[in-house]
Nanobody, 124 residues
Framework: VQLVESGGGLVPPGGSLRLSCTGSELRTDLNNMGWFRQAPGKEREGVSCIDWRGRSTSYADSVKGRFTISTDNSKNALYLQMNSLKPGDTAMYYC??????????????????WGQGTQVTVSS
């Protein structure tokens, strides 16, 4: 399964971006889905996830209240709306199907291959 991320870019602090993730062989209504990010020199970390029913979501503490995860099952698409962006959000963002959508993002595990990601840069 190959997922493709898009929607990244360069925005000033306080700005917004909406990331998208699609995969022709992956049904979002049958899979738990998640967003991860990796900043230069840091480990990849879980950002947010949504369960296959679209009813349960989880967020890393660093993004709670600013990011919103959602799916559009008619398009097999996963989204991440990012508001009030901070320089600390600068990273490559990746999507993946995940084994489960845990409360603690440290326990989120991808079960699909990583795509190329989409770069988010927050800078003035």
């Amino acid at each position: 399964v190959q997922l493709v991320e898009s929607g990244g870019g360069l925005v000033p602090p306080g700005g917004s971006l909406r990331l998208s993730c699609t995969g022709s062989e992956l049904r979002t209504d049958l899979n738990n889905m998640g967003w991860f990010r990796q900043a230069p020199g840091k480990e990849r970390e879980g950002v947010s996830c949504i369960d296959w029913r679209g009813r349960s979501t989880s967020y890393a503490d660093s993004v709670k209240g600013r990011f919103t995860i959602s799916t559009d099952n008619s398009k097999n698409a996963l989204y991440l709306q990012m508001n009030s962006l901070k320089p600390g959000d600068t990273a490559m963002y990746y999507c993946a199907a995940v084994a489960e959508c845990p409360t603690d993002m440290a326990h989120m595990r991808a079960r699909t291959n990583w795509g190329q990601g989409t770069q988010v840069t927050v800078s003035s």
